[in-house]
């Protein structure tokens, strides 16, 4: 169930037009994101780890890879093949919805990923790197110390984005 939302949402995305696209909006939802990520680690009491390795289903305990080709359609396979930090988003958020589906109460950290998805859903792109997250052309987040700052940030309603 869970899987096959997350799946229905990557190959309905219009991948001909991700990265033309670029709002100033798009620095919120890279904001909430880090704040969603900080929380996750927080409420899981687990040490922080840079965003970039942050694939929530294995800190869950999942040791299950997900290979994004044998799930995704042709055009969503090929640009994450070739935008690598992206597809590691895609393939975390991926692999705990295939997880979620297994252990239900995990579906909450669904919402973690959301923001850069819906960056993607947007136009938009994001560069996922180890010390930064960049919104291509629209804002950029150093990540040092990243979790310290967004820990303690207030939420930001993004439903409407």
Not at 26 to 50: I, N
């Amino acid at each position: 169930m869970y899987l096959d939302k997350a799946l229905q949402r990557i190959n309905g995305i219009n991948w001909d037009v991700v990265g033309s696209n670029l709002s100033q909006s798009d620095t919120h939802l890279g904001y909430e994101f880090l704040r969603r990520l900080a929380q996750f680690f927080k409420e899981q009491s687990q040490k922080p780890v840079p965003p970039l390795y942050a694939n929530i289903a294995k800190l869950l305990g999942d040791e299950e890879e997900i290979v994004i080709s044998d799930y995704c359609n042709k055009e969503a396979t090929e640009f994450l093949d070739e935008k690598k930090y992206v597809g590691k988003v895609f393939g975390y958020y991926l692999q705990l919805a295939k997880y979620t589906d297994k252990n239900p109460d995990a579906q909450i950290y669904l919402d973690v990923y959301d923001p850069l998805i819906r960056i993607i859903e947007r136009g938009g792109l994001f560069i996922l790197k180890h010390l930064e997250l960049d919104i291509v052309n629209v804002a950029n987040f150093p990540l040092n110390g990243w979790y310290e700052r967004f820990v303690v940030k207030e939420a930001i309603d993004i439903e409407n984005m």
